[in-house]
């Protein structure tokens, strides 16, 4: 499979994981085998990696795409967290010191919990400055899903908002990459 494949696979497991939060607290902790949400999101972003290898050359796609990868990190944090407890959700006890711990540790909580994630989508928006002269209307839609899904769960704290910005998201970035871009653009 090649990479644009590979990101709109991603993109969809964004979406998935977007929807899969949209149902609450509780689904999400009560979805078994595993964590579909989070691990749906963990592997959606590492396919984000495909980026660097679709879109032109130029000061806005390496800006972006740095921040990108150092929000990946931050998507890898936080889905280790909320692994933890998924899988302490049947010993409230555990689960009670895990929250107290995140929260009592901003070295945890703001790299992680705010900044990590809010970096991976920004960093997304910012690698498509540079093509807003081609393609205006799949920049501005890109920049406007990722500021929804922001939005919806920091600010808004609501759950249909982000799905609606990782739909919007995936048709930005898709109508992006599905074209044979030029390696370079001034």
């Not at 006890?93 to 992680?112: A, G, T």
Request: overall charge neutral.
């Amino acid at each position: 499979m090649n990479s644009k494949g590979l990101i709109a696979i991603g993109l969809i497991l964004i979406i998935i994981s977007q929807l899969l939060m949209s149902f609450g607290y509780e689904f999400l902790m009560s979805q078994q085998p595993i964590d579909y949400a989070h691990w749906a999101l963990l592997i959606g972003a590492i396919f984000m990696f495909g980026l660097w290898f679709n879109l032109p050359i130029n000061f806005s796609k390496n800006v972006g795409l740095t921040l990108m990868n150092i929000g990946i990190g931050g998507i890898v944090g936080m889905c280790t967290l909320d692994f933890m407890l998924w899988a302490s959700h049947s010993n409230p006890e555990i689960k009670r010191k895990i929250f107290e711990i995140i929260s009592n540790s901003p070295s945890i909580e703001y790299p992680f919990l705010i900044i990590g994630p809010t970096l991976f989508y920004a960093g997304i928006s910012i690698s498509t400055y540079g093509l807003f002269a081609n393609f205006k209307w799949q920049v501005i839609i890109v920049n406007i899903g990722a500021l929804m899904i922001g939005l919806g769960h920091i600010i808004l704290n609501n759950q249909i908002v982000p799905v609606i910005g990782a739909i919007l998201l995936f048709i930005g970035l898709l109508s992006i990459i599905r074209i044979s871009l030029p390696e370079t653009i001034e």
